[in-house]
């Protein structure tokens, strides 16, 4: 199947300090990949769409100044969370479909993000 | 706005049972729902997609199903093992990928 590579697994920073997460999609290219978050105990909410060579989309209360994305190219996302604080402490993750995908193709996630702001 | 739930929160079984997961959901409208398994601190293992135009689909000893007319899908999971410990989460694409996930059934098998 589809491999998605995310990486940072895990990183701790400064309050006050950016941090980049990168998500990319190692067999296959991607036009599109999709960012989410989850708090501790509660489920994973879709925070923006990432396009290829245009700007990314952000869902409903997603500041898009804070959460800086960028798509590059067709097998790199990167998520940049800027001037962290705590309560950007979160688990993200990436998701993407292949670029010749048919409608009704599985997604294909990353391993994940474990972000600790202190 | 599409939102989605399941039911338990929580389950614990003895190793061997059979059990059902459910999932809810508001808007019929969907191309498909999948059902992942996350291990703690981990990512998403996909487990099934069912489309729109499915009833259910089948992998092992899973059995997912799909009455889209009532807003429901259920995780069917046979000869439960510890291994099937693990939360559960469904999730519905209404809108060309973008995944509305629920909170999510935490499972746990014992020995």
């Known amino acids: 199947g589809a491999v998605v590579s995310q990486h940072p697994s895990w990183v701790i920073c400064k309050s006050g300090t950016s941090v980049k997460i990168e998500c990319r999609s190692l067999?296959?290219?991607?036009?599109?990949m999709f960012w989410y978050r989850q708090f501790p105990k509660q489920s994973l909410m879709l925070m923006a769409t990432?396009?290829?060579?245009?700007?990314?989309?952000?869902e409903q209360g997603v500041e898009k100044d804070k959460f800086l994305i960028n798509h590059a190219s067709l097998t790199l996302s990167t998520l940049t969370v800027t001037s962290a604080h705590p309560e950007d402490s979160s688990f993200y993750i990436c998701?993407?479909?292949?670029?010749?995908?048919?409608?009704?193709?599985?997604?294909?996630f990353g391993q994940g993000t474990r972000l600790t702001v202190v | 706005k599409q939102e989605v739930t399941q039911i338990p929160a929580a389950l614990s079984v003895p190793e061997g049972e059979n059990l059902v997961l459910n999932c809810s959901f508001t808007?019929?409208?969907?191309?498909?729902l999948q059902w992942f398994r996350q291990d703690p601190g981990k990512g998403l293992t996909s487990l099934l997609l069912?489309?729109?135009?499915?009833r259910e689909q089948t992998s092992g000893r899973l059995n997912a199903s799909l009455d889209k007319s009532s807003g429901r899908s259920t995780l069917y999971i046979a000869a439960s093992q510890p291994g099937d410990s693990a939360t559960y989460l469904c999730?519905?694409?209404?809108?060309?990928?973008?995944?509305?996930f629920g909170q999510g059934t935490e499972l746990s098998v014992k020995p």
């Open positions: 998701s993407a479909y292949p670029l010749d995908r048919v409608m009704n193709t599985e997604a294909f």
């Open positions: 067999d296959f290219q991607a036009t599109t």
């Open positions: 990432s396009n290829e060579g245009s700007k990314a989309t952000y």
């Open positions: 808007d019929s409208a969907i191309y498909n």
């Open positions: 069912i489309q729109s135009s499915q």
């Open positions: 999730a519905v694409d209404n809108q060309g990928g973008k995944l509305i």
